[in-house]
């Protein structure tokens, strides 16, 4: 009697999951439905009545609105009452984009070859409220110090971060390449240090250079940082002792966050047109002229140089040669210009030098006029020249007389005569083509050659090797880029000790510091100091494919999150991201 009723209940259990695979539904939840651009939404699609099930496929209007970022999944099975129940939930965080309302269509997922959809949901999203950002513990700004330039005029726009609380592998997640302006950098990333509502901030302060190319209302649109929070809390001890209070027990937990600074309108004041100088060539700033001589004092037929030398604040790239007036006598030569760009008073300032060689016909003084340049001012809001101040040759006669050379005709069709020989000496005259020839076989002329060019190839050599020699002494990139290999390898065997351990954080924290100093070798940086960012940055600039910079980066920040935020690995695992390492670096050793 007691197995016919374990039988009973088992014929139960199957009908009740067949029953269960038989009602499958899809739900798609988030945990709000009104949020603003530096909020995080979590996305939860449950599926009900199935233990295993493909990906969910997110529609696409969700992927045009937000940055989609996986949690993974989860599944449970319960018993109540005798029923069986069980469901799997995926999980992720969506990130805006931009502000509006979203209508999210349904999302999609097969179970056992059948396809179920949840129903569509729709989220609010609020632009960023400027003055609740002063109270926040990491917040973005960006500003322009003029909103109403004239077209090609300098303005200056600055993005800061400010956070009082630890974050990790900040990034941007647009470039700050604004359509409708023309860009420069004004120097690297600066860090300080500042105080808002009594609260102290480390601030990272990044600035550009813009010059408006077109008239209107341009905007530049809101900026996004993607930053990992790390969140430190303590587990209750099971002991009471106060010694385990201390922070070296805490755990540390990650988060990211989206910070926004808004989008910021330019209204852009075209240049005017009363008044414009001929010869104005859309230089918009404030610039000085000035030409020099090389020698004012020249014979006919030399060369001196003249240099125009052009400088100032603003689009010096737009700068065009002044024209040349009254030279008869001169012949110009222009050379191509050459134009250097430096930061001076927080500002892009540029110089263009002419060369141009001037080559006198003709004896006498002549005056080089005066240069013209025309350009607008934005402070005075109208158009300005300036020249250069004249500039006096004297040029002498030329000291090379040409001497005339007369030639006297013979006459006219000359008879052609044999040739005589009209006396012998005592060599016999060779009067055949073939006494040109070596009439002597030299069986050992190799050996004369070789002997002959033997020096020569030693002296080669030994100067190839002297220069390398040079070449590792005086170019450490070089010899650190060499070595990067036979290092990384010695670190290996440290990191090796390490790799069953737990806690874990020394093997991360090694084979981290191992695989930034072997970048950082290669790339001639310094490699402890190196972000995921900075890293991704770098081997772009180096040409290296994006494929494997993403790879190198996922690298970086799984290891900085392993060693920072307490994010557990098994040992396979750890050893799996060793074996990355590895064969990364050999990648690395073929391309830099």
């Known amino acids: ?20 695979a038989w009602a499958v539904s899809v739900t798609a939840t988030v945990d709000k ?6 909020d995080t939404i979590i996305l939860t699609i449950s599926v009900e009545g199935a233990q295993r099930s493909g990906e969910p496929i997110l529609p696409q209007e969700l992927k045009a609105n937000f940055n989609i970022h996986s949690r993974g999944s989860s599944s449970r099975i319960e018993i109540v009452n005798g029923r069986i129940s069980s469901s799997i939930d995926y999980n992720y965080l969506l990130f805006p984009k931009k502000p509006g309302t979203f209508a999210i269509g349904p999302v999609s997922i097969t179970v056992k070859g059948e396809r179920y959809e949840s129903q569509p949901f729709t989220v609010k999203i609020l632009p960023v409220q400027k003055e609740t950002q002063p109270t926040r513990d990491i917040f973005i700004t960006s500003e322009v110090d003029n ?17 009082s609380i630890k974050v990790i592998n900040p990034r941007l997640l647009e470039d700050l390449n604004f359509e409708g302006f023309y860009i420069e950098k004004l120097g690297k990333e600066q860090e300080s240090q500042t105080i808002r ?36 809390f303590k587990r209750r001890s099971f002991f009471s002792d106060p010694f385990f209070d201390d922070s070296f027990f805490g755990f540390n937990e990650t988060r990211p966050e989206i910070l926004v600074a808004p989008a910021i309108t330019i209204n852009v004041r075209p240049i005017p047109e009363e008044g414009k100088p001929l010869n104005f060539s859309n230089l918009v ?49 222009s050379d191509k210009p050459t134009i250097n760009k430096s930061i001076q008073k927080g500002r892009i300032y540029g110089e263009m030098s002419l060369k141009k060689a001037l080559v006198p016909l003709k004896e006498g003084q002549f005056r080089i006029p005066a240069l013209k340049m025309a350009f607008f001012n934005p402070d005075l809001g109208q158009y300005q020249q300036i020249m250069t101040k004249p500039i006096l040759l004297n040029v002498l006669p030329s000291s090379e007389k040409e001497t005339l050379h007369l030639v006297e005709a013979g006459g006219i069709n000359p008879k052609k005569q044999k040739i ?29 050659y070789l002997i002959i060019a033997i020096p020569w190839l030693a002296f080669i050599t030994g100067l190839g090797i002297k220069k390398r020699n040079e070449r590792l002494t005086n170019d450490q990139g070089l010899v650190r880029s060499q070595k990067a290999m036979n290092k990384f390898k010695k670190s290996l065997k440290n990191i090796r000790h390490y790799l069953k351990d737990e806690p874990s954080e020394k ?17 001639n940086v310094v490699g402890t100091a190196l972000t995921p960012l900075e890293a991704e940055k770098k081997l772009s600039q180096k040409g290296i494919e994006p494929e494997l910079i993403q790879k190198i980066r996922t690298l970086l920040e799984d290891l900085e999150k392993g060693e920072f935020a307490s994010v557990s690995h098994s040992v396979q695992e ?19």
């Open 574 to 592: 750890r050893e799996e991201m060793l074996k990355e390492a590895k064969q990364l670096v050999k990648t690395l050793e073929k391309r830099l």
């Open 285 to 333: 700033g404030e610039f000085t002229i000035s030409a020099t001589a090389g020698e004012k004092s020249l014979k006919v037929g030399d060369s001196m140089t003249l240099t125009i030398n052009i400088s100032g604040y603003g689009n010096i790239w737009d700068a065009i040669e002044p024209e040349f007036e009254g030279l008869p006598n001169l012949k110009v030569y």
């Open 507 to 523: 093997f991360y924290h090694l084979t981290s510091r191992a695989f930034k100093e072997y970048l950082g070798d290669k790339i």
């Open 420 to 448: 005589k020989i009209v006396g012998k000496d005592i060599l016999p005259i060779h009067t055949s083509i073939n006494a040109l020839k070596n009439q002597a076989f030299n069986p050992f002329s190799i050996f004369y």
């Open 197 to 232: 509502n009594g609260k102290q901030y480390l601030v990272t302060e990044l600035k550009q250079a813009l010059f408006p190319t077109k008239p209107g209302k341009i905007e530049i649109p809101p900026v996004r940082l993607q930053v990992d929070v790390v969140y430190r």
């Open 33 to 38: 439905t009104e949020a603003s651009l530096e």
């Open 147 to 163: 909103h109403n330039p004239y077209v090609n005029e300098q303005i200056v726009y600055t993005f800061r971060f400010f956070r």
């Open 1 to 20: 009697m007691k197995q016919i009723s374990i039988v009973f209940i088992a014929i139960i259990i199957i009908l009740l999951n067949i029953y269960s």
